[in-house]
């Protein structure tokens, strides 16, 4: 019970048992206060006693520190003291309680009492706690009404088995006897059950089948369930600290799962344990309540820490998971995968008495270790398993860092930048206790600085020394890193990146002193000590007026040393002013300047000369003049230079022009000769130029056929005089007349004068290649180009020449860097247009026919400007005129497609340009691939005969330094399908002493039906060519040709092997000799002469390209070789013929010999070396599609035609003589066998000499008749090509004598006979034949030779009797 007194404020607290109901209650009542006021007096006070009251012995005894304790608390106020005593009161019997109980309640209070001097007052009696005997050591304890127990022991409460029903009735718990305390107290929030209740879900499992009105509240079957559940919880569960009530909330199958709710206080798993073990004493049996699947979870009683409270990537975290309750079976979920022990996890697990605890730690935390974790705490026995759950999301973050610069540019020597210095820092956007940071730098110049920390950044403040980065190292970069740490294991780093510069000291220095004459070069050089510039620019400032320099081609740069050159090759006014050289460094910009005068001077091109080339007389002066327009202010001196002479001049003012005149006279005239004269101008500096050179022929001594004020000349003679133009603001345009002496007058032959638009085009496109704005002005210069060609058309079409200065214009302003805007591609394109026209096709013609081939450098000329291009916004537009298109791309890092363009042109014909990929990416950042179209150029180029561009012409340009190799694919749509055998060519502007040509090296075609795709290595312009069909004919004569060579190159080296094998034995004459000399050298000259051509219709029939030089020495040997073969056979055929008529005139073999040799060698080498002297100088000596002689322009293929058609013809005299004289008339009448003897011995002749005399080229005379038939063709094939098996069957092995040797040579028996026969020679000299010389050539010529008999009944077989000699050439 409690007793509180107050005599000095005292309280004390009391629960005892008692041996009568007011003797011992009273006595033990004032004993207890009396002791607590005395002990209040004690200086020596205690705060703990505790009494012992002996009901046996009916004694009061007060022992401090028995083994009985009671806890008083003594607490001092004073004044009053107020104490409060807990006495225990111990009864017998417990029938004494309720009186004891009442008799408390109804004491009057308060009492008074003076004990030892000390007044003492009972203020307040009650009775707190009850404790009933409940088995051997143990007690059943209750609170009486508005006393709860202390909130220290509510876990500790576990209730009596003895439990009532009865919800009135206060729960007893189980107390160790005997009970000690601590007793209940009065009820406050903190109190055991007090506090707000929680919510617990449990689950249960009824062994019994489960129905389906278990699904519905509303069933009379779900009620009952309900009603009887709730109500054995309730009464199970009342006893739990702070219970309020029992829930059913719903039935699951699975037999018959109850879920519940169980609101109450904060209880223990014992407590709740218990409670599940009871409930069978309130529940129906049939239930089939199974005890062992209570099960509860609770969510809301762990206490789950995350430290450190900000995470972020690379910290160390701890999970720490708590319960007030004992379990080692602890799991750990990310999301809801249970995490496993390992490499980032670590786990441990603390427990105590009352507490359980299991820390999570997470090495080196990412990004994806965010999210939520859960820690399950699982605790079970045979009556429950409790499940703490609880969950909680952490974020992970990367530990930013802001730096408050990220690159900074420094100017070494800049006084600015030493006085302050930058402040470098490091920041994160939050403020953390345990942040640390560092410095480090790192860079060829080695700056560094004071670091400092504040709150959440650190900063770095630089220590500027320009010692430190010299000029050399301007533009290096120095990276500044700092590295903050959480001080949980996360760090990070940031560079900030310092460009140290310097200001660079630039020099300038030019090539000459401070002056130049216009059209002079010169150059600008610019120096500075920083080499690692980003830029260098050149303006040039002229008064008020400062432009800059935009000619990429004339400045050239270089980094080591850190030097710009820019170079002027020709100076104009334009380049006059002061030039400012400027070195730019990311801000920085050094610069330097010097002044240059441009004095005037005439250009060559602008110095009229009059006359450009006339004829003059010895000792007759001519007029020399060279004028300039007055548009020059400037006076120069001016002579005039004949054949190295200088004489003065007169100045006189013609019109427009000031023309400086001298009247040269020749003396010395001994002989015919050509003389040059110039005039030079000298200006104020000294600097000079000459005019081009007046050609003066010298004509001595000849009758002059044209004489006037043009000039004077012989009958053919030309004169060529310059273009006066007094409409021209010059005075004159470019280009000349030429005019011919033609009966007795100048008559004009050719007029090469410019049109004043055009010259003055020509005249603007030389001014803007040379001036400092080129770049800036093209645009506007193409568009003038475009219309003021376009209103000359006509001209231009009717003139080679202003066609020529078109072209000549195209090319130089192709070599400027053009935007690649639309319209200036069009206005390029577009003037191309106009000037490869239908129109324009005859005065290409002439134009191709010069020197420098004007179709060849148009080309050039559109594939330097497509080359030059410069992409505006990484584009190249899409562009067409009428029979040009330009399409292309800009290779960028992101160029991952194929270059792939499709082109049309207006007639329908396509192309296409394909570059792989893989080629594209070989190529640097933003070079451009650009393609042209043309549908009219490729006719204008020259082609190989006979063959034409069946297409369309493609250029493909890449501006990207590349390797040699580089593979593109084209696809070209036939324009004539009738034409075949495709080659792939593209224009080698090297080929023909670089006036370019056809080429196929490194092409290959494929056809596909209507289309001929091409496979190249390389880049250029491409197109294809394709000849006529030839037919099967002609395939047939192909055939024949190479085929009949082959044999022949056979049979001829056998016959030269068979006559070096027979020569000493037929050689034992003069004729014999003779003979088969003329055999064996046209053996061995048909056998080069085959061999050469064979190898060289080969190589042409392969599309092989041979180098001119080659086609030159090929051309000549096969010219030659086959002249010996024909001049070899004339000395054959002159043999026979002089064995035939000459029959008594002998020659020595030396002298026959020496003939043969230089008729069969001499006269070749001379026709041959004469054709070739006259025709190579102009270019003419062969084809240009075969390596043979020219026909179209020199002629030079009659050089073998004549020769070989008078040999041919020749021959054939010579074989009709042989005829003649085998059926020369005998004396009677012949029999039928002589007839048939002499018809066979003709044949036999006719067989040997056809091939050795060259007699089948006569059918050449058939071939070269238009339309002549086609057996002519096939029959001078098929017997030239076999004729050197003709010579080896009819010249050698049919040979009597040759045939005797070849068995002589392998045979033992001697032949000494045959020979002797076969040798004989029986000459008759005619009757009257020393009489009568000419008689006899006559009739020998006739065939009139021989014996003559009378009687004519003997046969006559003087015929070749009389003729050996001159058969035996034939045998």
Known sequence: MRITCCPTGCTAKSSDKMPSLITAGLHCLF?????????????????????????????????????RQKRNMLTFDLPPLEYTVDIEVSLTDSSFLEPIKEYFKNLNLPVSANISNAEMTVSDVNVTTVCLPSGENSSCCSCENGYAWPSAVCSDLITCPSISQAPNL???????????????EPQTEDSCGMGEPIVVNMSVRLDTDFWDDLRNSSSELYKKYKADLEKAFNASYRCLPGFESATVTDFRPGSVFVNYEVKAGAASFDQIAYSNKIVPQFLDPAYGLDQGTFTTEITNETNFTVSPGDIFEGDTVRLICEINSTSQDVTWYHFDQIISTGFPYLMEIKVTTRTSMSILKIINITMKDSGSYRCTFTNRNQHLTVIYNTMKTI????LYITPNLNDIDVTCNSPEMQTNSPLLSCCIDRHLPSLTGDWKVNGAINITGVSSFSENCTEYRLDINQSLCPPEKSGTVTTYTCELQTGHGARSTQNIRVTYLRTAHVTISPSINSSVSKGYSFNVTCESDVSNYDSISWKIQSGNNTETVGCDTCIKNSKSPATSVLTVETATQDWSGTYICTFSQKYLESSANVTIDVISLP?????????????????????LECCISTNSVDDYTVTFVVQQNEFQVVRKKKGNLFCYMYNYTETECSKEKELTAYCRFINRIGQQVSSESIRLHLIPDMEVSCSDSFGIGIEGATLIKPCHDLNNPDGFTRGNKIYKCSNKSWKIERNNCLSAPINNLLTGAEALVNSPDAKANLPTYLAELKEKTKEEQNTISSSPANLGAIVT???????????????TIHNFLSTVDFIVSDSTTEAWEDLNKEETLKSSLLLLSVENFSLHLRAVNNTIPSVSSNSLQLQGMVVTENSNTDYNKNFRSTENLTANVLIDETEIQTLTQNSTIVSVMYSRLGHILPRNEPDYVNGLLLTTTVSSNRSQKFDINMTFAKKNSSLKMPQCVFWNFTLNKYKGGWDTHGCTPTEVEDYVICSCNHLTSFSILMSPDKSSQAVFEDYITYIGLGISILSLAVCIIIESLVWKYVTNNTTSYMRHVCILNIAISLLIADVWFIVTASINNQNQQMSRDVCLVTTFFIHFFYLCVFFWMLSLGLMLFYRLVFILHDTSKTTQKAVAFCLGYGCPFVIAVVTIAVTLPRNSYTRKDVCWLNWKDSKALLAFVIPALVIVAMNLFITAVVIIKILRPTIGDRSSRQERKSLFQIGKSVAILTPLLGLTWGFGFATI???????????????????????LVFGTLWDKKIQEALLKRNSISKWSSQQTKSSSLILVTPMLAMSYPFSRTFNNLCGKTGKYRVSSSEPSSSSSENTSKSYSLLN
Do not use: W
């Open 1265 to 1287: 008749i238009k339309n002549s038939h086609q057996v002519f063709h096939i029959l001078f094939a098929l017997l030239n090509a076999l004729q050197g098996l003709f010579i």
């Open 395 to 398: 974020a992970v973050s990367p």
């Open 809 to 823: 214009i195209l090319n130089m302003v192709s070599s400027i860097p053009a935007e690649a805007e639309e319209f």
């Open 170 to 184: 206060p729960c007893g718990y189980v107390k160790e006897a005997p009970f000690l305390g601590p007793y209940c």
């Open 603 to 623: 250009l060559k091109q602008n110095i009229l000369i009059d006359p450009i080339a006339t004829s003059i007389q010895c000792k007759v002066q001519q007029a």
């Open 31 to 67: 004993l207890l206060v009396t002791a607590c006021c005395q002990t209040s007096q004690d200086s020596s006070f205690r705060p703990f006693i505790h009494y012992i009251i002996d009901s046996a012995l009916g004694e009061e005894i007060f022992q401090p520190e028995m083994h």
